[in-house]
């Protein structure tokens, strides 16, 4: 799989870093095992108000934008749906790709930029699914959106699960909460990171994150003309890997919209 050149700086940069990433990606979820039974339980990777949006999908073709850990294009194939799988990094697809021939699984693996899909059809998918940190990556949500829109047949969903962007203005490792960066600040804001993409401490790799309002989120889909179906903030735990303490507040955002 060949890199597309047609990227700006930041997605460029971000490519690079889950490029850099992908090993260590890999082993905590070999660690963690969870890629291995997704296609049997979806369960365990779905939350169960997604279950109820996503229904019936045997024989459908559904498309995961910024697939990473591929832990729902598992579990969609697992559900009996043609399954795309997309993602800017080859490494990260490599992964995927392996894992899926270990499985037993056919998938269509597609490295792209989710903010430019030109190498997939208007109106061909029944599904499309996105999220779980993906468009803190994406330098323009609106137009990461319209592609995903643009790829989606008509009545066909768009269903979205990411992490609040409440969770994200707080400074790490503190005791108490503090605010870095405001809410309405979209960045890009400018990291310099570990090779390894779990190791917190600086490193030499150069990412760029985006941070998107609630608010952001709403327009960025029904501007496309989708009907809202459903709109919903889940859970306020504490995740491990977070460094401020942020049990209470919404830890998932969840948007699902039918094309029009
Ligand atoms: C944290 S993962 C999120 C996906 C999945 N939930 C996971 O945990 O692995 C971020 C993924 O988004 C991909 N990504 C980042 N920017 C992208 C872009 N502009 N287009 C497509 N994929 C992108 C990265 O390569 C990475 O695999």
């Not at 294009?73 to 697809?93: H, K, N, P, W, Y």
């Not at 779980?132 to 969903?157: C, F, M, N, P, Q």
């Not at 401490?201 to 608010?215: D, N, P």
Request: net charge negative; proline share 3%.
């Amino acid at each position: 799989m060949a890199e597309s050149d047609n990227v700006n700086e930041y997605h460029a940069a971000n490519r690079a870093r889950w490029n850099h990433g992908a090993e260590a990606w890999a082993a905590m979820h070999d660690r963690r095992g969870t890629w291995r039974v997704a296609h049997r339980r979806p369960e365990q990777v779905f939350l169960p108000q997604e279950i109820e949006l996503i229904g019936d999908v045997e024989g459908r073709r559904v498309c995961v934008l910024g697939s990473g850990d591929n832990l729902a294009v598992f579990a969609f194939a697992g559900m009996g749906a043609r399954v795309t799988s997309v993602d800017i990094s080859v490494e990260q697809l490599a992964v995927a790709q392996r894992r899926a021939r270990e499985l037993g699984l056919t998938i269509e693996f597609v490295e792209s930029d989710v903010s430019d899909l030109g190498c997939l059809p208007d109106a061909s998918f029944d599904l499309v699914y996105t999220g779980g940190h993906v468009a803190v990556w994406v330098s323009d949500l609106r137009t990461y959106y319209r592609e995903a829109i643009r790829i989606l047949r008509r009545k066909g969903l768009f269903l979205i699960n990411e992490y609040h962007p409440f969770r994200r203005i707080w400074k790490g490792e503190e005791s108490t909460l503090a605010v870095a960066y405001s809410y309405f600040d979209n960045g890009p804001h400018e990291y310099l990171a570990s090779r390894d993409v779990l190791d917190k401490a600086q490193g030499e790799i150069k990412q760029f994150e985006f941070h998107w309002t609630v608010s952001e989120y709403l327009r960025a889909v029904i501007e496309q003309g989708v009907d809202l179906i459903r709109f919903e903030e889940i859970g306020d735990e504490a995740e491990g890997w977070e460094g401020a303490p942020l049990q209470g507040l919404p830890q998932k955002l969840l948007i699902a919209g039918r094309n029009s």
